[in-house]
């Protein structure tokens, strides 16, 4: 049975990372700028949620129990002073930026000690506490769990990065850590997890070829894409192995929503979430050969992180907190799907506004983004108040 203060604080964790997601898109709407909506949006709502959630699942995947239970609420302060110092970078005293930095680097810490020394002696993974009528799936569940120490490995080359400017010296650029830890540990932990999680849930099987494709890709390509951001020549191989692991991972998600016969609502959200993955890095394949054409690199970072990564973390966070547990009058499933709705339409207004350079479509986009984000955090708000 899981200890009480862990499901307390991961979902608290969880709690806040919405609370940021609505924050990313009222930064988008608010034209704040790319800095804002990157730390709100990756650093803010994806992460935290990620946090919560590697907490509860990485060490029953790797058959182990958190060791040090007390870690989520040590973190959740740390983390969330961390975010709101960074997102305020530009309208605050340098000192709170310090601090953020500080704050941030140091719930990072606290989050990969914590996970470290729990899975110290199966770092592999190669235990994955498979059994029973999940047997058949161990070899993936052990390919799945191998990319998770490399996850951590990025989210600790990118907690350094934004550390080390609080100590006056500097590492990596923003965009370079934006890559290590959107690429390297947010994508890295949807294509890993996702491959123990999406099966369980959808009832049904990968592709065997994909994942073997998806997580070795997705493993590798991070660190080219981080390192090679201002050599075109390695920028490209980055780039055409992370599509390659984004395209296999919407091609397996696919597979399987067809194979299956469950249709809850948080699966229609990751199916968007993939299809703009999709988009996402055809884009960025794009703006390597465009010479970085400034409206081709805003509609691809706002299509991975608030359609990619966002709508996969929606997705997933309505089936683990289902909206229908809620005691509100909006809390069912048809408003849960109307929401999701509003957030791809918002994104793709976004994007059809910044590639035919229609301010209005934008704008457009951004307020409907900004009632979809308003409306998920109403539908968990409340299944969390009854949990």
Known sequence: MSDPRVTRWTRRLVAVGVLFFLAAHLAV??????????????????????????????????????????????????????????????ATPAW???????????????????????????LTGRETGTGGANTHRRDVDRLANAVVPVAL???????????????????????????????????????????????RFLVAEPPRPLVWLVLPAGAVAPALLAVGLFDRRLLLVGGILEALAVVGFAAAYVVMFRRSDRR????????????????????ALATVFDGRDPALVRAHYRTMLLGFLGLTVIGATFQFYPPTVGRSRLS??????VTIGLLVVGLGG??????????PLVFGGEAVGVVGAGLSCWLLGAAFRRR
């Open 29 to 90: 709407a608010a034209d704040l700028g790319r800095r804002a909506v990157v730390v709100l949006g990756l650093y803010g709502f994806v992460l935290h949620v990620l946090f919560g959630k590697a907490y509860a699942l990485v060490p029953a995947y790797f058959d182990r129990d958190l060791a040090l239970p007390w870690a989520p609420a040590v973190q959740f302060p740390l983390s969330v002073v961390g975010t709101a110092g960074l997102a305020l970078v530009s």
């Open 96 to 122: 709170v930026t310090t601090v953020g930095r500080a704050c941030w680097g140091l719930g990072v810490a606290v989050f990969l000690g914590s996970l470290g020394w729990t899975l110290r002696t199966n």
């Open 153 to 199: 490995v990025y989210l600790a080359a990118g907690a350094v990065a934004v550390t080390l400017p609080a100590l006056g010296r500097q590492w990596l650029l923003p965009a370079q850590v934006s890559h290590l830890l959107g690429a390297g540990t947010a994508a890295l932990f949807v294509f890993g997890v996702g491959f123990r999680l999406f099966p």
């Open 264 to 283: 809850r609502v948080g699966f229609y959200a990751v199916l968007a979430a993939v299809g703009y993955g999709v988009v996402g890095v055809g884009l």
């Open 332 to 337: 069912t499933d048809r408003v849960a799907t």
């Open 350 to 359: 976004q994007l059809l506004g910044i590639v035919s350079e229609s301010p």
